[in-house]
C-alpha cells in the first residue's frame, strides 16, 4: 500500500468513524437493486440560464433544487448521491447477510448495527489501552507502548505513522515508511493562521478536548486540553504544506534502519518494530524528517505524565466512534458539525456500511460485482481507454511547446500505463481477521491489526501490481503514479455516471473525461515527475520542463481568481494537478468521441445537439453543493477545485463548447484563442 499518502483503510476508515448515532432518514430504506437514472437527465437542467454564461447552472440548476444537502452530509453530489445508493443496495445485502448468520460480513454488520451491545460493553474497549498508557513506566518503553497502540488504533496522530510502500527510486522493490503524525485537526494551517475563522475552530477544538477528557474522568481537563493543543500546534509548525506536499521530492528522504536510528537517537525503533512485529526493512522512507526531529525534541523535554497525557487523547479519539452513545456524540458534534457544518450525525446503518467497506471491502466487493457489473460493461470502458490513449498520444506529438526527445519519452510512459477497470483480478485473502458477532470494537480493532500486519508484510517482498487501493463499489477512480495504471471501480461505472442506455456523447462527456482525467494525471505537475516504470526521476530536460511549468501556470492563474466562498478563492497551486486533469481529460474525451461517432449519423435529442450533449454531461458528472463551513476546510485541505469551477473552467478553454452552443464573443464563458489555457 503506498504510504507517500495515507493508507486507503485509512482514507476509508477517516470517512466511516466521524460518523455517529442516528435513526435512519424515514426515506431510506434498503435497496434490492440500484435505482436508474440517466447519464444526461434533462430534468437537472435549468434552461432559463444562457450556458455561454454559465454552464455548470444550465446543466445542473435543477438538479441542485431538487437535490439540497441531506442533513447528514456536509456536501452532496451526483457522486455522493450514487454512493449513497451503493450504500443502501449494500445495507441490503448485508441485512441479509447478518440473518443468515456464520458470514464475516453478516456478522461485523450485525455486531456495528447492536447498540445495545455497544453500551452494555461501555469503555471496555479503551480501558485496557488506557491503563497500558498509565502503566508506561519511563520513555526507554515508550516505543514498545507506541507498536501496541498503532496496533490497535491505525491513528497516525499518535505521534507518527509507519508501514510500507513502494521505493521511489525502484518501485517494484517495497520498503518501509515513516510518516509524521500528531495533529487531530485538518490541516496544519488550522493551528497556526490567525484568522478568526480558525480562532474559532480552535476554540472548538479546545473545548472538545476538554469535553473527552473529563469524559475520561480526568482530574483536570482544561489543564490537559491545553497541553494537548500547545503540543499539536507544536509539532504543526514543522509539518509540511498541502502545496509543498504535492511535491514528491520534498517527502523523498531514503535511508537504511540505523540511518533512521541516528536521525532520532532517543527512540528505540528496533524495540518500536519487534513489538509492532515485522522484519527490519533494508530501506526506508522517511516523509518529513524535519517533524521526526521535532518530535524526538519534544519526547525528550516533555515529563512523563504530559506524554501520557498526549497519548491517551489520541487512543481516546481514535476509538470514539465505537463506544458509547455519549462518545459518539461528542466526537460527532466537533468533527462533523463544527468543521464541516453537517447538522445531523450519519444513521447507524450507513456508519456500518461504511466500516464493512474499509475492513471487509473486496469480500463486500464480491458480492457487489457478482450483481452490478459484467464482462461487457469491461470490454466497453476499455475500449474508451484506448481510445481516449489514442488521443493522448496525437496531442503528445502536437504539443508544441515539448521537443521530440521529451515526446518520445512521453509516449513510452503513456503506452506503459495499465488499466485496471471493475475489480481486482485476485481477492484479498481475509482468513486471518476473526469476527466475532458480539464484539463490535474488537471487531473493528482486529480488523485494524490485520489490516497493519498485511501492510507490514509486503515490506521486503516482490510488489503485487495487482493490488487496488479502492474497493470496487467506491464511487470513485485514481491514477497511481508509481504502479503507473489507472483503476476504475465497478462502483464509478453505473448510472448516472456510465449509462449504457445512452448515446455516446453523455457517456463521453461523463466518463470518457474521468478517464482522460486519470490518464493526464499521469501527465501532470507531480505525475509527469515519475517515469514509464513508476520511478521518482526527471525525464524532462530543464527547457522543457520550464516550457510544461509556464503552461500549467496559465490554469493556475486562472483558478486562483475563482471564489469559493466568503472572501477565500481557491490555491490554483493546491489544484493545479486536478485542475489539469480535468482540462486534459475532457478535450482527451472530446477527440475520442468525435472518433467514435466519425461515421455516424447523429441526431438532436431533448433539445440538444450531440456536441451540447457531450458538453452537458461532462458538466452534470459534478452537480454539487456543499455548507460553508465545508467549502472553507475543502479550499485549505481539498486539490480539487468546486463543482462549478470543474466545469466552467474547463469550458471556458475549450473552442469545441463556444461553436457547440454558439457563444457569442463577449459571453461570460469565452475567451479570445490567446487567452486560452492549453497543455494536453
Known amino acids: 500500500m503506498n504510504l507517500t499518502s495515507l493508507p486507503a483503510l485509512r482514507r476509508a476508515l477517516a470517512t466511516a468513524v466521524l460518523v455517529a448515532l442516528a435513526p435512519a432518514l424515514a426515506a431510506e430504506q434498503p435497496l434490492a437493486s440500484l435505482p436508474y437514472t440517466p447519464s444526461l437527465d434533462p430534468a437537472a437542467m435549468d434552461r432559463s440560464v444562457d450556458p455561454c454564461e454559465d454552464l455548470y447552472q444550465f446543466s445542473c440548476g435543477g438538479w441542485m433544487q431538487a437535490n439540497p444537502i441531506p442533513a447528514d452530509q456536509s456536501r452532496w453530489s451526483v457522486y455522493a448521491k450514487l454512493a449513497n445508493e451503493n450504500q443502501r443496495y ?273 469480500m463486500l466487493g464480491q458480492e457487489y460485482v457478482a450483481r452490478n457489473f459484467s464482462p461487457e460493461l469491461k470490454q466497453r470502458v476499455l475500449t474508451m481507454s484506448r481510445q481516449i490513449e489514442v488521443a493522448m498520444a496525437e496531442r503528445i506529438k502536437t504539443r508544441a511547446w515539448m521537443d521530440e526527445a521529451t515526446k518520445r519519452k512521453a509516449l513510452v510512459k503513456l503506452h506503459a500505463i495499465v488499466n485496471k477497470v471493475g475489480y481486482p483480478e485476485r481477492w484479498r485473502d481475509y482468513s486471518g481477521y476473526r469476527v466475532a458477532r458480539g464484539d463490535f470494537a474488537g471487531n473493528v480493532m482486529r480488523g485494524v491489526g490485520f489490516e497493519g500486519a498485511r501492510d507490514l508484510g509486503k515490506i521486503g517482498q516482490p510488489l503485487d501490481r495487482g493490488e487496488w487501493g479502492m474497493t470496487p463499489q467506491t464511487v470513485n477512480a485514481y491514477y497511481n503514479p508509481q504502479m503507473n495504471d489507472i483503476n476504475f471501480p465497478a462502483g464509478v461505472l453505473q448510472p448516472p455516471l456510465y449509462d449504457g442506455k445512452l448515446d455516446d456523447a453523455p457517456n463521453y462527456g461523463n466518463t470518457g473525461a474521468t478517464i482522460g482525467h486519470e490518464l493526464t494525471h499521469a501527465f501532470d505537475d507531480e505525475g509527469r515527475q515519475f517515469d514509464a516504470q513508476g520511478r521518482l526521476k526527471n525525464w524532462w530536460q530543464r527547457q522543457q520542463e520550464l516550457r510544461f511549468r509556464k503552461q500549467a501556470q496559465c490554469v493556475s492563474t486562472q483558478y486562483s481568481g475563482y471564489p469559493v466562498v466568503d472572501d477565500i478563492k481557491i490555491n490554483g497551486q493546491l489544484t493545479l494537478g486536478e485542475d489539469l486533469a480535468d482540462l486534459g481529460g475532457t478535450i482527451l474525451a472530446w477527440i475520442a468521441w468525435k472518433a467514435q461517432v466519425a461515421d455516424k449519423t447523429l441526431e438532436n435529442r431533448d433539445g440538444l445537439s450531440p456536441e451540447q450533449r457531450f458538453f452537458v454531461g461532462f458538466a452534470q458528472w459534478d452537480c454539487s453543493a456543499q455548507r460553508p463551513e465545508a467549502a472553507r476546510q475543502k479550499a485549505r485541505t481539498d486539490p480539487h477545485s468546486p463543482g462549478r469551477w470543474r466545469i466552467n473552467g474547463v469550458a471556458v478553454n475549450m473552442k469545441e463548447f463556444e461553436t457547440a452552443f454558439q457563444c457569442k464573443p463577449g459571453s461570460a464563458m469565452t475567451r479570445p484563442d490567446a487567452e486560452r489555457c492549453s497543455i494536453w
Not at 528522504?253 to 519487534?274: C, N, V
Request: net charge positive; with cysteine; hydrophobic share 40%.
Open 90 to 362: 449494500l445495507w441490503g445485502v448485508l441485512q441479509g447477510l447478518a440473518e443468515k448468520g456464520g458470514n464475516p460480513l453478516g456478522d461485523y454488520f450485525a455486531a456495528c448495527m447492536d447498540e445495545g451491545g455497544i453500551e452494555a460493553a461501555g469503555l471496555q474497549p479503551l480501558r485496557a489501552l488506557l491503563a497500558r498508557i498509565d502503566a508506561l513506566p519511563g520513555k526507554r518503553q515508550l516505543p514498545a507502548l507506541l507498536a501496541e497502540l498503532h496496533r490497535a488504533t491505525g491513528r497516525n496522530g499518535l505521534l507518527f505513522g509507519y508501514g510500507s510502500g513502494q521505493d521511489l527510486d525502484e518501485p517494484e522493490r517495497v520498503i518501509g515508511f515513516v510518516l509524521p503524525g500528531g495533529l487531530s485537526l485538518p490541516d496544519r494551517n488550522d493551528y497556526l493562521d490567525q484568522d478568526d475563522k480558525s480562532r474559532k475552530i480552535r476554540a472548538a477544538y479546545l473545548a472538545h478536548l476538554e469535553k473527552t477528557f473529563g469524559l475520561l474522568g480526568e482530574a483536570d481537563p482544561a489543564a490537559s486540553a491545553a497541553l494537548v493543543l500547545r503540543v499539536e500546534t507544536a509539532l504543526a509548525a514543522h509539518r509540511l504544506t498541502r502545496v509543498q506536499l504535492r511535491n514528491p521530492y520534498l517527502t523523498k528522504h531514503p535511508m537504511s534502519a540505523a540511518a533512521l536510528q541516528r536521525l532520532t537517537p532517543g527512540f528505540d525503533w528496533k524495540a518500536y518494530r519487534t513489538q509492532l512485529g515485522g522484519a527490519e526493512p533494508a530501506r526506508l522512507n522517511v516523509n518529513e524528517p524535519r517533524y521526526l526531529r521535532a518530535l524526538q525534541g519534544w519526547l525528550a523535554r516533555a515529563p512523563l505524565a504530559e506524554v501520557k497525557t498526549f497519548l491517551r487523547w489520541h487512543t481516546a479519539a481514535a476509538l470514539a466512534p465505537y463506544l458509547t452513545r455519549d462518545w459518539r456524540q461528542a466526537h460527532f458534534e466537533f468533527f462533523e458539525k463544527t468543521l464541516n457544518g453537517q447538522p445531523e450525525p450519519k444513521a447507524r446503518w450507513k456508519q456500518c456500511v461504511q466500516l464493512v467497506d474499509a475492513q471487509l471491502g473486496e
